[in-house]
């Protein structure tokens, strides 16, 4: 196949390029050229800046492709651009989306805590999934809401659900497959939210875990959902379909951070700590989303529908971790720059300062064992 990929030189597009290149397709890369993998010699770049609607269109227009792998549309702009530019001359579009279409955690522009004011439903853009979870991809439908950017809601979330409805609404020629992914974790991960907690159990103080991290979280593997992405190209059902996309286990936070631990052969030296505790007391900037990631409850979506239309990639939940550990281990540098480093001191010495506080009352978590 003559795949275009947009991006291809930064985490899951370059290892869905890696992926095809090894398949045997030929590749184009649509990227400004600032990053050159390995592989640079193997493919055609095509020079552009995927935010130029017009340049895209310009560059782009006449040429032909089996199928596009687009990981860089963030905007209805980006989506419609994409349309003008394709449209009559590709096989399968497969565009990455987000869990976040569904609302509720990352959504809002600050997160919910007991200590600050409560947020609104049009802030948290509300939505109750309980009775529905696991969640189906039918659960969201973008077309109902607004063209605009709600000032209380994140950018990123908005700018997806319009990707989402350009597609939705496009020609019925128009062959779109959009994967809503969750957090998504691997090696090279530009959001550092891995290298967050990797780099507190290194150093080998105390951890703060709310609540014991005893909730449930759902994650995508960067290589997994690349994999998935390359298959989208080819399975016959998927034209004009919306998948979601995660890994199939779906632990207890505390598991994921004790396999962590393990992979960097260090012991998880964690201290349970109530939410509310946390919030009211600590000084920690609980409300931001990029501190502590993992620690809210999110909805679990449903994979039933891409596992009977494609089929989904696997790996065990310690494999991954253990080659997400041992890059960052392997490249030092990535840690370094871990968010929030700055008030690691005040993470430890808190956590000390609950320890003698439980001892003193003698209380501990429901199944957690005596100190």
């Known amino acids: ?79 419609e651009g994409a349309v003008r530019a394709l449209r009559g001359n590709i096989g399968r579009y497969v565009v990455a989306s987000t869990v976040s279409t569904y609302g509720e955690g990352g959504h809002a522009l600050r997160r919910q805590t007991v200590s600050g004011p409560p947020a609104s439903n049009e802030e948290r853009f509300w939505v109750d999934y309980r009775l529905i979870d696991p969640v189906p991809e039918d659960a969201s439908d973008v077309s109902k809401q607004p063209w605009e950017y709600r000032s209380t809601l994140s950018k990123y979330g908005e700018g997806k659900r319009h990707v989402e409805r350009v597609m ?40 703060i875990l709310p609540d014991g991290g005893k909730h449930a979280v759902q994650l995508g593997y960067s290589l997994d959902l690349a994999r998935f992405i390359v298959d989208c ?33 260090r012991p998880l030296n964690a201290v349970a700590i109530p939410s509310e505790i946390l919030h009211r007391f600590s000084g920690l900037p609980w409300h931001e989303w990029s501190y502590a990631p993992f620690c809210d409850l999110n909805i679990t979506m449903s994979l039933r529908k891409a596992e ?52 003193r009352l003698g209380w501990r978590f429901e199944g957690e064992p005596s100190p």
């Not at 089929?311 to 080659?323: C, F, H, I, N, S």
Request: glycine content about 6%; overall charge neutral; some cysteine.
């Open 233 to 265: 190209l080819t399975a016959p059902k998927v034209p004009r379909q919306i998948y979601n996309f995660a890994q199939r286990e779906t632990p207890r936070f505390v598991h994921v951070l004790e396999a962590i631990a393990d992979s960097a052969g």
């Open 1 to 79: 196949m003559r795949v275009l990929v947009f991006g291809g030189t930064r985490y899951f597009g370059r290892a869905a390029v890696e992926i095809l290149l090894s398949q045997g397709h030929r590749v184009s890369v649509f990227t400004r050229g600032n990053v050159r993998p390995p592989f640079w010699d193997q493919i055609e770049h095509i020079q552009g800046d995927r935010t130029d609607i017009e340049g895209l269109v310009s560059k782009l227009k006449g040429r032909k492709f089996d199928a596009v792998i687009d990981n860089q549309c963030f905007t209805r702009e980006e989506a």
């Open 308 to 359: 009977q239309d494609v089929g989904l990639p696997y790996t065990p939940l310690r494999e991954w971790v253990k080659a997400t550990t041992d890059w960052y281990l392997a490249n030092p540098a990535a840690l370094e720059t871990t968010r929030w480093s700055e008030l690691r001191w005040k993470e430890v010495l808190f956590a000390g300062k609950w320890k003698a506080a439980r001892e």
């Open 168 to 207: 939705l609404e496009s020609p019925r020629d128009w062959p779109f497959v959009a994967i809503r992914v969750p957090a998504t974790l691997g090696p090279d991960d530009p959001t550092g939210r891995f290298a967050w907690w990797l780099w507190r159990i290194q150093d080998g103080d105390p951890v």
